[in-house]
């Protein structure tokens, strides 16, 4: 008998062909990778900051270091790398021309500016829902959301949507109203008045005195504004055309950031096209990001948004299951708390304008 016909049903059988390895799921630890700071992002490409030192441990981004360019590893899965991610790194950091590193690790982060970038409405409720969902930067301090008073107009339904995804992403908002020696800034500063925002005028004359709850920077100096942003991580947002980029020239001489006149419809031309961490020259660093048309809010809930109202927060613990916060006629129990004097009805009217702004598109 051969052995061919010596084989029975139950003799196991192996498949005919290469054999694989099987997959695991242990990661390399990268236990030599260098840490970075990642300045730049470009079309797959990273520019990452790579201090001599090592990163400092306070947290703060570095001053100085060799630059490096590198990869996403493909161990970071999905994961997306925002200009301000502390970052792992792996390869050749030497920062020498031609030289690649690959980014393996993603520090956990303090605050992210997260905007939906294909925001819908829906036709029914008017609320916006879920689209592609971006974080712009991360680990930054402070917001400065620069508009002008004129020239372009101001469009408020765009600063408020900023101001959401400062509040949500852990950020500090500052309001910067330029070009204020065109148009009155009072009524801008009255709309945000009660919610204790820090803002700064700028306006093309030394003339004038402050106005109320704002400080007046001249075009030679900016000495203020220097002071709001030195030792921390400021990110600048705006539409085109309000003079954000002037600003940062203005901070870092060297930054050639582009600056461009409004069209004759009353919107800026697009200048900036990448977003970009400038070192400045006093300590601290200014991100400057492309001039935005629109800044959607879709993946922010109420509950979000309220988590940073404080004043507003614990009235909602007899608000009925699923409440979106709108108004009593909901049953939303906000406007009991106010009518008992816990917090004030200009608050809540301001929680829900920057409520109803994710659904907008100005």
């Known amino acids: 008998m051969s052995a061919a016909d010596r084989w029975e049903n139950e003799d196991v059988r192996v498949r005919p062909g290469r054999r694989s390895r099987p997959r695991t799921k242990t990661r390399p630890r990268h236990e030599d990778a260098v840490a970075g700071f990642v300045t730049a ?6 520019t990452c900051l790579v201090p001599a030192d090592g990163m400092p441990t306070d947290g703060t981004p570095p001053a100085f270091g060799r630059t490096v360019q590198a990869m996403r590893a493909r161990e970071l899965g999905r994961r997306a790398v925002a200009v301000g991610d502390r970052v792992a790194l792996v390869g050749d950091t030497s920062g020498e021309p031609d030289a690649l590193a690959r980014i393996v690790r993603i520090e956990p982060r303090v605050s992210e500016l997260r905007r939906s970038t294909d925001d819908q409405v829906d036709p029914d409720t008017g609320q916006a829902t879920l689209g592609s969902e971006k974080v712009v930067v991360a680990n930054a301090d402070q917001l400065v959301i620069v508009t002008a008073v004129a020239d372009p107009e101001p469009r408020t ?179 009991d708390w106010v009518a008992t004097g816990q917090a004030t009805a200009a608050r809540l009217a301001s929680f829900r304008r920057l409520l109803a702004s994710r659904a907008g598109t100005d």
């Open 41 to 46: 992002v470009d079309r797959g490409r990273y």
């Open 157 to 335: 339904g765009f600063i408020d949507r900023c101001l959401v995804a400062a509040y949500t992403g852990h950020l500090q908002p500052v309001l910067m109203l330029t070009k204020a020696d065109l148009a009155d800034p009072a009524p801008l500063l009255a709309r945000y008045a009660d919610l204790e925002l820090p803002v700064l005028v700028s306006r093309r004359s030394t003339a004038g005195t402050a106005d109320e709850g704002a400080t007046v920077l001249d075009s030679d100096g900016l000495a203020t504004f220097t002071t709001t942003v030195r030792d921390r991580v400021s990110v600048m947002i705006g539409h085109s055309g309000v003079g954000k980029s002037t600003l940062v020239n203005a901070l870092v001489p060297d930054a050639d950031r582009a600056t461009g006149s409004v069209t004759g419809v009353g919107k800026g031309r697009h200048t900036s096209t990448s977003a970009v961490a400038l070192p400045l020259p006093d300590g601290g660093w200014v991100i400057d990001t492309p001039g935005v048309r629109s800044f959607g809010l879709a993946h922010v809930t109420a509950d979000d948004l309220l988590e940073t109202f404080d004043d507003l927060l614990p009235g909602t613990v007899d608000c009925p299951p699923g409440c979106d916060h709108t108004g009593p006629e909901v049953g939303c129990a906000l406007d």
